[in-house]
């Protein structure tokens, strides 16, 4: 059994002033043009081909066409998608182009969509799994009005083949007003999430932080619903596993297998390079998008994705500091993390030995660490004396005295690496602010952090009050975002935070609608997203799909 | 807790605030109801914390695991005036 996927490529092009009216068809240069670009010339192809003008006019209005190639209208880009299926799945036309920003200035946006067929009983979740997010936007309250209206006609009609053919992220005007809305729709109601759908005034839309999360956010296939299906999160954790040689496809083996892994995912060996990975990956991700973050803070371990992508040290690096890091910590006798519910002041009184205060991440919520039997002692204690208690996933007493061998030895390590200033606002856990050059630099800065308490809290503090921000948590889970959103910046509506994934567990559809939920965030807020970053099929079980298409003249 | 108390959305919002250690004053926004814990920030250490305190000053008892189900205000809110022996005001 097999099912349709469009594979949609975009680029935007430049089309030379028409020759004035009467001597050729609207929109004939643009045509020409497009058809050029993507290398439609000789007659049999331009035969097999079907242009769609997305005019913004309903109804469609006819087209005289151009030359030998079919000419049709269409109100919308997504109408044209739904258009374009039609001829594509009864085999009428191969290809379809469809084009938007005809007769206005700035580029013209063309998409080539082709059909491909992938098999569906791969992954049953995912066949049915025909979720898709519509953007749409305004130029003002009244045309946002309008848009909904005239897609509501499209969406009306669109059956589950429909959907599942459309790619993830289906933005449904060319050129985005400052009045926006999206909806997750499938064919089940689609109209109705139309409906509910709330417009956003999205004229200043505030910079981007991504939040990288660390050891405890790790589950078991965390994030496996983006793999082999979102083309740069694959490649993106492909990179960083293959920088693992062996041990690296050792580790992808565990992270998607069926049953049970070899390995545990709370075991270091598993959590802290699938951890760099996805949110490596999910960074990676979001910034295909167009997105340009202006900070970044990585929790704990979180903050080598941070350096990597701040240019402090280079992927490879970053990955073998990881590496570094997990080796040694294996020959650090068995440990492990608590969660509280209190503050730093209200635990100190309770620290022994080598137990210690290894995060603080929000005012109530407070990590200890320690050696298994000296936290169990501190435990006890702590749940004798009414204080609510959680214990964190982890085999390794992270930021505690008692990784003091592993730090020094790994400290020795760092000193091959080549660490550079960070080139954008980097802010550190473990000075609870903007990151410094000297430190950037320090091989010794980076060796403590394994030793070292996280000032997460004040992180975060540092960062949004230097601006009103949007964050991003590029990870599995919502730890941070949980923070965040009791933050009083969030809380007052002056920052913002939107995760990437779902709060716990869902399974793989669940990753995919939190992913959308993410750009429909981004597109709220008024970003202009990159919307060829977006054109690729939501591929059904499609093995590892390449990030653009090999016969795209040029790619992007 | 006597059988005429009713815990509302107000009491309930301000275990969550003082349990979480957030100031007083940044409220939640608009209808949160409905909206998920998730959603409100509140994490599962957030929440046994809350539900630790619900416990203490209404003097009522909350099985863990329909606790742990309850992931919104409502659901709490209808859990918790129900294992108080408080009619369902529904």
């Given at each position: 059994?097999?099912?349709?996927?469009?594979?949609?490529?975009?680029?935007?092009?430049?089309?030379?002033?028409?020759?004035?009216?009467?001597?050729?068809?609207?929109?004939?240069?643009?045509?020409?043009?497009?058809?050029?670009?993507?290398?439609?010339?000789?007659?049999?192809?331009?035969?097999?081909?079907?242009?769609?003008?997305?005019?913004?006019?309903?109804?469609?209005?006819?087209?005289?066409?151009?030359?030998?190639?079919?000419?049709?209208?269409?109100?919308?880009?997504?109408?044209?998608?739904?258009?374009?299926?039609?001829?594509?799945?009864?085999?009428?036309?191969?290809?379809?182009?469809?084009?938007?920003?005809?007769?206005e200035p700035g580029p013209v946006r063309a998409s080539r969509v082709t059909l491909s067929r992938v098999p569906r009983e791969d992954d049953p979740a995912s066949a049915g799994d025909t979720t898709r997010m519509l953007l749409w936007s305004g130029s003002g309250a009244g045309d946002e009005t309008r848009t909904r209206a005239r897609l509501r006609l499209v969406v009306d009609g669109m059956t589950d083949d429909v959907f599942r053919a459309?790619?993830?992220?289906?933005?449904?005007?060319?050129?985005?007003?400052?009045?926006?809305?999206?909806?997750?729709?499938?064919?089940?109601?689609?109209?109705?999430?139309?409906?509910?759908?709330?417009?956003?005034?999205?004229?200043?839309?505030?910079?981007?932080?991504?939040?990288?999360?660390?050891?405890?956010?790790?589950?078991?296939?965390?994030?496996?619903?983006?793999?082999?299906?979102?083309?740069?999160?694959?490649?993106?954790?492909?990179?960083?596993?293959?920088?693992?040689?062996?041990?690296?496809?050792?580790?992808?083996?565990?992270?998607?297998?069926?049953?049970?892994?070899?390995?545990?995912?709370?075991?270091?060996?598993?959590?802290?390079?699938?951890?760099?990975?996805?949110?490596?990956?999910?960074?990676?991700?979001?910034?295909?998008?167009?997105?340009?973050?202006?900070?970044?803070?990585?929790?704990?371990?979180?903050?080598?994705?941070?350096?990597?992508?701040?240019?402090?040290?280079?992927?490879?690096?970053?990955?073998?500091?990881?590496?570094?890091?997990?080796?040694?910590?294996?020959?650090?006798?068995?440990?492990?993390?608590?969660?509280?519910?209190?503050?730093?002041?209200?635990?100190?009184?309770?620290?022994?030995?080598?137990?210690?205060?290894?995060?603080?991440?929000?005012?109530l919520q407070t990590m200890l660490a320690g050696p298994a039997a000296q936290l169990s002692l501190v435990e006890k204690r702590l749940r004798a004396d009414g204080h609510t208690v959680v214990t964190v996933p982890a085999t390794s007493p992270f930021h505690s005295p008692a990784m003091a061998p592993a730090a020094e030895a790994v400290e020795r390590e760092y000193t091959r690496i080549g660490f550079r200033s960070p080139d954008l606002a980097?802010?550190?856990?473990?000075?609870?602010?903007?990151?410094?050059?000297?430190?950037?630099?320090?091989?010794?800065?980076?060796?403590?952090?394994?030793?070292?308490?996280?000032?997460?809290?004040?992180?975060?503090?540092?960062?949004?009050?230097?601006?009103?921000?949007?964050?991003?948590?590029?990870?599995?889970?919502?730890?941070?975002?949980?923070?965040?959103?009791?933050?009083?910046?969030?809380?007052?509506?002056?920052?913002?935070?939107?995760?990437?994934?779902?709060?716990?567990?869902?399974?793989?559809?669940?990753?995919?609608?939190?992913?959308?939920?993410?750009?429909?965030?981004?597109?709220?807020?008024?970003?202009?997203?990159?919307?060829?970053?977006?054109?690729?099929?939501?591929?059904?079980?499609?093995?590892?799909?390449?990030?653009?298409?090999?016969?795209?003249?040029?790619?992007? | 807790?006597?059988?005429?108390?009713?815990?509302?959305?107000?009491?309930?919002?301000?275990?969550?605030?003082?349990?979480?250690?957030?100031?007083?004053?940044?409220?939640?926004?608009?209808?949160?109801?409905?909206?998920?814990?998730?959603?409100?920030?509140?994490?599962?250490?957030?929440?046994?914390?809350?539900?630790?305190?619900?416990?203490?000053?209404?003097?009522?008892?909350?099985?863990?695991?329909?606790?742990?189900?309850?992931?919104?205000?409502?659901?709490?809110?209808?859990?918790?005036?129900?294992?108080?022996?408080?009619?369902?005001?529904?």
């Amino acid at each position: 059994m097999s099912c349709t996927a469009l594979n949609v490529v975009t680029r935007d092009l430049t089309v030379l002033e028409e020759p004035p009216e009467g001597q050729s068809p609207a929109g004939a240069q643009g045509v020409d043009t497009a058809l050029d670009a993507f290398g439609l010339t000789d007659s049999p192809t331009r035969a097999g081909t079907v242009v769609f003008l997305v005019t913004g006019d309903s109804p469609p209005s006819p087209h005289g066409g151009v030359e030998d190639v079919a000419v049709r209208t269409a109100e919308s880009a997504v109408s044209a998608l739904v258009l374009a299926h039609a001829e594509l799945v009864d085999g009428t036309k191969d290809v379809a182009l469809v084009l938007a920003g005809l007769g206005e200035p700035g580029p013209v946006r063309a998409s080539r969509v082709t059909l491909s067929r992938v098999p569906r009983e791969d992954d049953p979740a995912s066949a049915g799994d025909t979720t898709r997010m519509l953007l749409w936007s305004g130029s003002g309250a009244g045309d946002e009005t309008r848009t909904r209206a005239r897609l509501r006609l499209v969406v009306d009609g669109m059956t589950d083949d429909v959907f599942r053919a459309l790619p993830a992220v289906v933005p449904c005007r060319p050129c985005p007003g400052p009045v926006r809305a999206a909806a997750l729709c499938n064919s089940v109601n689609p109209t109705a999430a139309l409906d509910a759908a709330k417009a956003f005034t999205a004229d200043r839309p505030r910079p981007v932080a991504l939040l990288f999360p660390g050891q405890g956010s790790q589950h078991t296939k965390m994030a496996s619903g983006l793999y082999r299906h979102e083309p740069v999160f694959t490649e993106a954790v492909d990179t960083v596993l293959d920088l693992m040689g062996a041990e690296g496809a050792a580790i992808r083996a565990d992270w998607l297998a069926p049953h049970r892994p070899v390995i545990d995912m709370d075991d270091v060996r598993r959590a802290q390079p699938l951890l760099f990975a996805v949110d490596y990956a999910l960074g990676k991700l979001i910034m295909s998008w167009g997105v340009r973050p202006t900070a970044l803070l990585g929790h704990s371990a979180g903050e080598l994705v941070a350096a990597a992508f701040a240019g402090v040290v280079s992927l490879p690096d970053a990955v073998t500091m990881m590496r570094e890091r997990v080796r040694h910590a294996l020959s650090v006798p068995a440990g492990g993390m608590l969660a509280v519910a209190a503050s730093e002041a209200q635990l100190r009184p309770y620290l022994i030995a080598e137990v210690a205060v290894a995060a603080v991440n929000a005012e109530l919520q407070t990590m200890l660490a320690g050696p298994a039997a000296q936290l169990s002692l501190v435990e006890k204690r702590l749940r004798a004396d009414g204080h609510t208690v959680v214990t964190v996933p982890a085999t390794s007493p992270f930021h505690s005295p008692a990784m003091a061998p592993a730090a020094e030895a790994v400290e020795r390590e760092y000193t091959r690496i080549g660490f550079r200033s960070p080139d954008l606002a980097l802010y550190s856990g473990y000075t609870g602010g903007l990151m410094s050059e000297q430190d950037a630099l320090s091989p010794r800065f980076w060796a403590r952090q394994i030793t070292d308490t996280v000032y997460f809290r004040q992180a975060l503090d540092q960062l949004l009050a230097a601006e009103d921000t949007l964050l991003v948590e590029a990870g599995p889970r919502q730890t941070l975002t949980a923070f965040a959103r009791r933050h009083p910046a969030v809380r007052s509506g002056a920052s913002a935070v939107v995760p990437a994934l779902p709060a716990r567990p869902r399974g793989p559809a669940a990753d995919r609608r939190s992913l959308l939920g993410a750009v429909a965030r981004l597109w709220t807020e008024g970003h202009d997203l990159n919307v060829a970053s977006f054109s690729g099929p939501w591929a059904d079980g499609e093995d590892r799909a390449a990030p653009s298409s090999p016969v795209a003249p040029g790619g992007r | 807790m006597s059988a005429t108390t009713t815990v509302t959305l107000a009491d309930l919002t301000r275990m969550l605030r003082e349990s979480a250690g957030e100031e007083e004053g940044v409220d939640m926004d608009g209808d949160v109801l409905d909206v998920s814990f998730d959603d409100l920030g509140y994490d599962s250490l957030a929440m046994l914390q809350v539900i630790g305190q619900v416990q203490r000053e209404y003097g009522i008892r909350l099985p863990d695991e329909a606790a742990a189900d309850a992931d919104t205000p409502r659901a709490l809110l209808a859990l918790i005036n129900t294992n108080g022996h408080v009619p369902q005001t529904g």
